[in-house]
């Protein structure tokens, strides 16, 4: 049963102040008309903006993908290969108008109902948790259901009590922008200490080994895939997925946890020397991307749409070969090509071996991982500063709809 709201505020199904998915009426526009075209890569993380520079003919889109006007709130609906619940407001639309990949809903609201509002609810962590629970599909590519969304019960305060929610949570939401700025700004002194010790990779004018990447590990395995009643709210292990390693390093503040057996734990143990790689990806770019794995205080395991690589420490450093991987001259030059290019683009464990890594001596690795180390510390500090400004922003969010921001 849902909280009780303050006075006129009132419970609604959210297909009853929003139409979702909604249909089109082509006779009104030409099809020579220019739209914008929103495919799934489009969504910048949280921040509720896409990118709307790819324009195609209403002819190219009008058939098979979903219409959408300016300020339209688009939804992800898929995972693993993109988390599910992101969300994002429609603008710049090419001619007012647009088209969202199948693997968005759009959601057009009605009178008295502010779309920003809605965003900022949707994404809540508990909302995208409980969409999850709903999800449909096959394992390897569930989605959420329109009906989840049109039965989902969402608060109704008056307009203006929206609006002035909306107005504290976008103040709130500008820290986050920064810090994630600055955790950029990071990541780009790494890459351009990593040209300035090993050169241009696309080159290798230092003339140094190039081997398979099955060549340099010890070992490289496919995760585990666990039916939904082995997910726990607090018992179990935590599991890294996919969404956990888009970022670089996983985060385990906020890990699901499952129940695993011993053995199963014991197989698919993550030490802080593993690597792990997506195995596939709604975006081509995506495939194949590695993440690594902070110091650990307890087991943690992984899911089936990852690959694990264990270096062979005797040749290569974990921190070398997880930026080498991520590089994109190399990834243009040498990864690329071995990702199977489809709706959903993917690299097998084959594939992956044959890669070709530039190997420079231990020594020269070993200088660039100690580099990259003190940097982590930073990182490490940035991350738990992230986790904590998240955690806040959700606790915030969690008030804003519960009507204790607002008076």
């Known amino acids: 049963m849902e909280n009780k709201l303050p006075e006129g505020w009132e419970w609604k199904k959210l297909g009853e102040i929003a139409e979702i998915n909604p249909k089109f009426d082509k006779k009104s526009v030409s099809e020579s008309t220019e739209v914008t075209f929103l495919p799934m890569k489009c969504i910048e993380e949280l921040t509720g903006n896409v990118d709307t520079s790819i324009t195609k003919s209403l002819e190219e889109v009008s058939k098979g993908y979903t219409p959408l006007i300016e300020n339209d709130l688009i939804y992800a609906k898929i995972t693993p290969c993109m988390e599910n619940g992101k969300a994002a407001i429609a603008t710049g639309l090419k001619n007012n108008l647009g088209f969202a990949s199948t693997e968005f809903h759009v959601i057009r609201f009605k009178k008295n109902a502010y779309n920003k509002f809605f965003f900022f609810y949707l994404i809540q962590k508990r909302i995208r948790e409980h969409a999850a629970m709903n999800m449909t599909g096959s394992a390897g590519q569930k989605r959420v259901p329109a009906t989840f969304l049109k039965n989902l019960l969402v608060p109704l305060p008056p307009l203006e009590t929206q609006q002035k929610i909306v107005s504290i949570l976008e103040k709130a939401e500008e820290t986050r922008k920064l810090r994630a700025q600055a955790d950029e700004l990071t990541q780009k002194l790494l890459q351009s200490v990593f040209l300035e010790i090993f050169g241009d990779p696309t080159k290798n004018s230092r003339g140094w080994d190039v081997r398979k990447l099955g060549e340099i590990i010890t070992d490289s ?42 053995k199963e734990i014991d197989k698919y143990g993550l030490t802080k020397n593993d690597l792990l790689v997506a195995r596939r990806s709604l975006n081509f770019e995506g495939a194949a991307k590695a993440s690594k794995i902070p110091e650990l205080n307890e087991p943690l395991i992984f899911e089936s749409s990852l690959i694990k690589v264990s270096p062979d420490l005797k040749l290569v450093t974990t921190i070398y070969l997880y930026h080498y991987l991520n590089n994109e001259l190399v990834r243009k030059t040498y990864i690329y090509k071995h990702i199977t290019k489809s709706t959903i683009s993917g690299i097998n464990q084959n594939s992956l071996k044959n890669i070709s890594v530039i190997l420079p001596p231990i020594k020269v690795q070993n200088k660039f991982s100690d580099f990259v180390e003190q940097a982590e510390k930073t990182i490490l500090n940035q991350q738990q500063s992230s986790l904590e400004i998240n955690t806040l922003f959700d606790a915030l969010m969690q008030k804003a709809f519960t009507g204790e921001l607002v008076a």
């Open 221 to 262: 395995m496919n995760g585990l895939y666990l039916p939904k009643e082995k997910y726990t709210s607090h018992e179990g292990i935590k599991m890294v997925h996919m969404s956990d390693a888009f970022y670089g390093i996983v985060e385990l503040g906020n890990l699901k946890r499952v129940l695993a057996t011993k």
